[in-house]
């Protein structure tokens, strides 16, 4: 039987620790309630201790989200648990993220800490988390370059102590996609109870192998994955959610493994992100880029128009590109431009569709093409956006 994948979405947390990709609040529960038509499994919706802002959005998002997990990340510190708990304390199902750095270079130089006392605070405090909150994940964070044998022992620790999922970082985007196949595998056969555990893994793109590691721990036998709507995040960013799901789902027959996401929401989930934080996706990126879909030779051409499937193993509208023969300019009529509304996503009460094409009309007497981009921008310019 196929294996399902859990997806956590953490655009909102590590996606947001990228430079120029803040986001207010209303911009986060916009994004968190497009997740949610997304179905990924878990939200991320921050980091609570990090500042009052940070609180307050994964409060708000804890409270609004009713279809997903919603995940505070914490250090392994009292006062950081305690914010996630208060945080996501009116959550339908809320999970504490709680982690601490297992690799020498880390233990040594960043917490200077014995690797002793490090498996002292597991016990402790994963402990204590479990004591707030019923669904804890546990990251061993860069796992990828730890002792395996003490990151052995400091998982162990974790799932004893009650973490339900632990997470096994590349952090810094260090591992190939063999190593990481084969640290999973050795986690798997060397963690006593691991089965009572979900094995995570949360990949960072430093060398722009992200997606090929989480493919490959997948593979070896990783069920949830850490990953981010365009693959924004900390430096090169982590792995890209659409192309981690798109593979999965186009390669079915290599990875015998399904996900619970809508894939026709992935377009919408990505330009919306882009259009949010102002940057915009390049043209050539996998699954989502303006030419992902495009043919430009000749030979291609032909090649498709015979038969789609010579250039494109996935189709537009698996991800969610709706092809419409209906241009909307300054002659086109209040159903249309309701039409296409519906079609991108919007559900919007009567008087805010009224306001909506007053504004397009003025628009369109500025631009002679009004696009789907234009739209969404005119929408998401407004407080209506669902
Ligand atoms: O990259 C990382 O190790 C992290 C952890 C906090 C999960 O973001
Ligand atoms: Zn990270």
Redesign the pocket.
């Known amino acids: 039987m196929s294996q399902q994948i859990k997806i956590f979405d ?1 655009t909102l947390r ?1 996606g947001e ?1 990228s430079p120029g990709c803040s986001m207010n609040l209303n911009e986060k529960l916009k994004m968190a309630r497009q997740l949610e038509r997304l179905r990924v499994d878990i939200i991320e919706a921050g980091f609570a201790i990090a500042s009052p802002g940070d609180f307050e959005s994964v409060a708000a998002i804890a409270q609004t989200i009713k279809d997903c997990t919603v995940a505070s990340l914490s250090r392994l510190v009292k006062k950081d648990i305690d914010a996630s708990a208060e945080a996501l304390k009116n959550a339908v199902s809320p999970r504490i993220h709680t982690f601490i750095a297992t690799s020498d270079l880390h233990m040594r130089y960043k917490l200077k800490m014995k690797p002793e006392d490090v498996l002292s605070q597991i016990d402790e405090l994963v402990t204590y988390a479990r004591n707030l909150c019923p669904d804890v994940e546990f990251s061993a964070e860069d796992a990828s370059r730890s002792d395996r044998d003490f990151l052995c022992r400091a998982l162990e620790r974790a799932i004893r102590a009650g973490a339900s999922t632990v997470n096994i ?1 590349d ?1 810094v985007g260090y591992a190939t996609p063999e190593e990481m196949f084969d640290l999973i595998s050795y986690i798997k056969n060397n963690v006593p109870n691991i089965d009572k555990a979900t094995i995570s893994v ?1 990949n ?1 793109n430093d060398l722009g192998l992200g997606v090929a590691t989480s493919l490959a721990s997948i593979k070896a036998g990783a069920t949830q994955v ?1 990953c981010t709507l365009n693959g924004i ?2 430096r090169a960013g ?1 792995a890209a959610l659409e192309e981690i799901v798109m593979a999965l789902k186009t390669r079915r027959d290599f990875f015998d493994c399904t996900t619970r996401i809508d894939t026709t929401q992935i377009y919408r989930s990505c330009t919306r992100l882009a259009r949010i934080i102002g940057q915009d996706i390049p043209n050539n990126k996998a699954i989502v880029g303006a030419n992902a879909f495009l043919h430009e030779s000749g030979i291609h051409q032909h090649g498709v128009l015979a038969k789609r499937e010579t250039y494109e193993i996935m189709t537009p509208e698996s991800i969610g590109i709706v092809k419409n023969n209906i241009v909307l300019g300054k002659h086109s009529g209040r159903h249309a431009f309701e039409d296409r509304l519906v079609s991108l996503g919007y559900q919007l009460p009567e008087e805010a569709i009224a306001k909506l094409f007053e504004k397009f009309k003025v628009l369109c007497d500025r631009k002679k093409d009004v696009s789907d981009y234009d739209l969404e921008a005119l929408v998401e310019s407004t407080s209506h956006t669902p």
């Open positions: 953490t590590d620790q970082p952090t949360h960072h850490e995040g900390e982590n």
